[in-house]
């Protein structure tokens, strides 16, 4: 059982910057893909960024230039640095991590983007 733990979501003034990061049970060379999604209340889930095992990323629109993903893979670590937060930007942040056809969650850590 592959097991995310998600951590360094908090409270941030628009502008703001947060890093969260995603820690994994096992090696994340593992993984095809991992990424980061997030859900504000009332709405869907969304894709924020990906990564994949030979470090290629892809972004959301809303995100690009003010977000960055990167692996550290000794640390078997997914980090998503956030910088010039908005309001807009307030959710719940899980991390993801696909082997082949099998996705696996974390439990998501709150991001609340004050105005």
């Known amino acids: 059982q592959v097991q995310l733990v998600e951590s360094g979501g908090g409270l941030v003034q628009a502008g703001g910057s947060l890093r969260l990061s995603c820690a994994a049970s096992r090696n994340i060379f593992s993984f095809n893909v991992m990424g980061w999604y997030r859900q504000a209340p009332g709405k869907q889930r969304e894709l924020v960024a990906t990564?994949?095992?030979?470090?290629?990323?892809n972004y959301a629109d809303s995100v690009k230039g003010r977000f960055t993903i990167s692996r550290d893979n000794t640390k078997r670590t997914v980090y998503l640095q956030m910088n010039s937060l908005k309001p807009e930007d307030t959710a719940v942040y899980y991390c993801?991590?696909?082997?082949?056809?099998?996705?696996?969650w974390g439990q998501g850590t709150q991001v609340t983007v004050s105005s």
């Open positions: 993801n991590a696909l082997m082949v056809t099998i996705g696996y």
């Open positions: 990564i994949t095992s030979g470090s290629s990323t």
